[in-house]
């Protein structure tokens, strides 16, 4: 296997598609992104025992949900809390912006820092036991010592404490799996239950993480590039089953993981190149265009949003339950049914039109006409926008991430695109409510806007990528550079 055919993304292994699909996320200082159950090239079928889920298998797929669903629980917590924190703590709109979107700078955090980490760390270790020890401290900061400590002035820093430390356990969190059903999850809970209560139940999946972690093995890849070969067979044995021969799937990881390591390692600067160029842009844009179409903002406060309009914020946040699950379900299914490009593009026209809907919503109340449609106009376009996103502009981009970049160019690849995707979500989360305040129609139409110039975007320079080598697709993004 030469080097050259590595760097042209020729490497084909059954050892993504075993253990778990290819995830970009804190690997390569990882956001919100998998190829889980997305990927249609498995691994080989001679291997006997590797597909069958072992009790192993299963606890540590339940452990690595459970990051997943706490990392959904921090995203979600802020919506059906706002008015109570606000209430309670007396913060201005300012104050709990900050509480809202300190969330991503923990994140920026997290992911800056995770890939030197998994360096140096187990991967089983860092992609599980650290984030869940960082969110669950960070709850009990945030939200436990609060509850017998609201006496003291100031009290809203233990919550922006706890937030903060909540997004760098996000940012070091290897698994989205879950993190759509975290999130609905929240919202179901946080209609009927208190604020503080809510981040109590949020506790829980951090405990079973915390405490499973510990049955799990290490990480096999980790094991075979630090040269603990025979550690590696032993977990690998322990994660297949005592009567499975994983002779051939060892002696697989052994090769990919020193071929991995003959090749020099990429910075953050080897990307800008004329040959990324394209990837870049696409990469790079795709997260700029996602978080400046407002997901984050609908997301963190979507219960304020729906009492503007004037209609019931818990009735409401039920409602994006109702259509989020089953949308992104959907978009699983149809991801390699009709590929990547038109899904997105699908995706982001329903966002686009979502969007126009609650901002006309907006629109017509401030004008105080048809008074008495305009609350169920905003829930529709909330409701199409979430349903929309979900459906492709959620997960997608992540995807086609993991397939434009060479090999040795994902992690450098990763860590500058997470960065960016937080700190869009940042500006968002924190100027979101302003914007509000300013104008709700405005803040809608603006959203509505991006998502429309993001429906042109993906027309014009995003390739599909389903079915095709990393060749075929450089080939088709750069014909200039595949002829050299």
Request: neutral net charge.
């Amino acid at each position: 296997m030469s080097r050259e055919s590595i760097e042209e993304g020729e490497l084909s292994s059954p050892l993504v598609s075993k253990e778990h699909h290819e995830v970009y996320a804190s690997g390569s200082g990882g956001h919100v992104g998998a190829n889980t159950g997305c990927d249609s090239h498995g691994g080989s079928d001679d291997q006997s025992g590797s597909s069958s889920a072992t009790g192993v298998v299963v606890l540590s797929t339940l452990v690595a949900v459970s990051g997943s669903f706490v990392f959904g629980t921090a995203v979600g917590y802020s919506s059906p809390a706002q008015s109570g924190i606000m209430d309670d703590l007396g913060l201005s709109v300012a104050e709990y912006s900050l509480f809202g979107s300190i969330l991503t700078i923990g994140a920026m955090i997290g992911a800056i820092v995770s890939g030197k980490m998994a360096d140096y760390i187990d991967n089983g270790l860092f992609g599980d036991i650290l984030p869940g020890r960082v969110a669950c401290h960070s709850v009990l900061k945030g939200t436990i010592i609060p509850k017998f400590y609201t006496i003291i002035p100031k009290v809203a820093w233990w919550l922006d404490l706890g937030r903060l430390l909540v997004g760098c356990g996000m940012g070091l969190l290897s698994y989205v799996l879950m993190i759509c059903c975290g999130v609905s999850i929240t919202y179901l809970i946080g209609a009927f239950v208190y604020w503080r209560t809510l981040a109590l139940i949020g506790i829980i999946p951090c405990l079973v993480q915390l405490l499973g972690v510990f049955f799990i093995p290490e990480s096999p890849r980790w094991l075979a590039k630090i040269g603990r070969k025979k550690e590696c067979e032993v977990a690998l044995q322990h994660l297949r089953g005592q009567n499975a021969d994983i002779s051939h799937e060892a002696a697989e990881i052994r090769e990919y993981t020193e071929t991995l390591q003959r090749l020099s390692e990429a910075s953050v600067l080897d990307l800008f190149q004329r040959k990324y160029a394209h990837s870049l842009i696409v990469g790079v844009g795709l997260m700029v265009l996602q978080q400046f179409g407002g997901v984050n903002g609908i997301a963190f406060y979507a219960s304020a949003i729906f009492i503007s309009a004037g209609f019931s914020g818990s009735v409401g946040t039920i409602a994006m339950v109702v259509v989020q699950i089953p949308m992104t379900a959907l978009g699983v299914i149809l991801m390699d049914k009709s590929g990547r490009r038109p899904l997105l593009l699908v995706s982001a026209a329903g966002t686009c039109l979502g969007c126009l809907l609650a901002g006309l919503s907006f629109f017509l109340q401030d004008l105080q006409t048809w008074t008495k449609i305009t609350p169920i106009l905003a829930l529709g376009g909330v409701l199409v926008y979430t349903g929309s996103f979900s459906l492709g502009m959620g997960g997608i981009p992540w995807v086609i991430m993991s397939e434009i970049f060479p090999i040795n160019m994902k992690g450098s690849a990763g860590s500058l695109v997470t960065l960016v995707s937080w700190l869009g979500s940042w500006i968002i989360s924190y100027a979101f409510n302003f914007l509000m305040n300013w104008s709700s129609a405005g803040t809608f139409f603006i959203f509505s806007s991006i998502c429309g110039l993001t429906v042109l975007f993906v027309a014009k320079l995003v390739p599909e990528t389903k079915g095709r080598t990393l060749e075929e697709i450089q080939a088709s993004m750069n014909p200039f550079s595949a002829k050299r």
